[in-house]
């Protein structure tokens, strides 16, 4: 056990100081920011600039509190959010309980104009909630996919949309890392990242306004309210796993998924066998949890700007 226990943090601590070199050999590139945004906090602009391909057209819905601004949502801004045909972070906006940075900050990003956020972990259902119901209200037919993420979510947005281009977004199916239990044919992890076709989308505005539907509007846990919610409605979780059955979602870090450190709650909850090393993930992964701003670099790096 005490082998297994040093091993264990000797590979740690390799990953760590990893993590440390490339983010020194790579950090300064990082100060200009690298993708242009016509967006404006605040602003709704009703102009849409889709990348001109045969690729679906997805809207990235990224939840996120003002604490975060100037770490996480700094480092999901600046690597993998422009990739999105449109995105948005979904916050909270108090400028009385934020630092001038953060309101200097928020400036600069697209923040969905949604008033009436409460704040708190205790309340991403609802946050969720109306993260959805912006989209259906301006952009329904505007995108094909909308996929819900957090700010320690890493989203590889090509991998995606090659994934979408093979699916229907006219069908009543979500996608991501689904886990068995509490409501029938199981849940997608919210910090993984779940997608929603706009049938789903469609759907989900008519059940949340239905009465008898009693989708929940706070409370709970967020993805567990929200599968609750599109099962009214017909909405199931479709299949998300490559020819060789690797998970294309990821509820854990790369660092844990790839050295095989899983928690009690995932090995209960988790609906397909978990994997480590090399088969732990999908050569077209498309996302993984857990992701701290300095690894949100380091992944950016690794994937778009180092040559072999």
């Known amino acids: 056990m005490l082998h297994l226990i040093n091993r264990r943090c000797l590979i740690s601590i390799g990953i760590v100081l990893a993590m440390i070199i490339f983010t020194m050999i790579f950090h300064f590139a990082y100060f200009v920011k690298n993708y242009d945004t016509d967006f404006v906090c605040l602003h709704l602009n009703r102009d849409i600039h889709h990348n001109k391909t045969k690729l679906p057209r997805v809207c990235c819905l990224i939840l996120t509190a003002p604490k975060y601004f100037l770490t996480r949502v700094k480092a999901v801004n600046e690597t993998w ?12 906006y108090a400028r009385e309980a934020m630092t001038p940075e953060q309101i200097k ?6 923040i969905a104009p949604i008033k009436n956020i409460t704040g708190g972990y205790d309340h991403l259902t609802q946050k969720s909630n109306l993260a959805f119901l912006f989209a259906y209200e301006n952009y329904l037919n505007d995108f094909e996919w909308f996929i819900k993420a957090d700010d320690d979510t890493y989203l590889i947005v090509e991998h995606l949309k090659t994934f979408l281009s093979k699916q229907s977004p006219s069908e009543p199916i979500t996608f991501g890392y689904t886990y068995q239990i509490h409501i029938p044919k199981g849940y997608h992890s919210g910090g993984a990242s779940y997608v929603l076709s706009r049938e789903s989308l469609r759907r989900f505005y008519e059940a949340y ?3 008898a539907s009693n989708c929940a509007k706070d409370g709970g846990a967020e993805d567990i309210e929200i599968a609750r919610c599109l099962r009214t409605k ?5 299949k998300a796993l490559d020819k060789e059955n690797r ?3 990821h509820p854990l870090s790369f660092a844990d998924h790839f050295q095989g450190f899983f928690p009690d709650w995932l090995l209960k909850r988790a609906e397909h066998p978990l994997r480590s090393h090399y088969n732990c993930c999908s050569d077209q ?3 993984f949890h857990y992701t701290s701003p300095e690894q949100q670099y380091l992944m950016d790096f690794l994937l778009y700007r180092a040559r072999v």
Not at 82 to 88: E, K, L
């Open 105 to 110: 900050f928020a400036k600069q990003i697209p």
């Open 209 to 211: 306004n239905d009465p």
């Open 285 to 287: 992964t498309i996302s």
């Open 234 to 238: 017909g909405v199931y979780p479709g």
């Open 81 to 92: 959010a422009s990739r999105c045909d449109r995105y948005f972070f979904i916050t909270e």
């Open 247 to 249: 998970e294309l979602f």
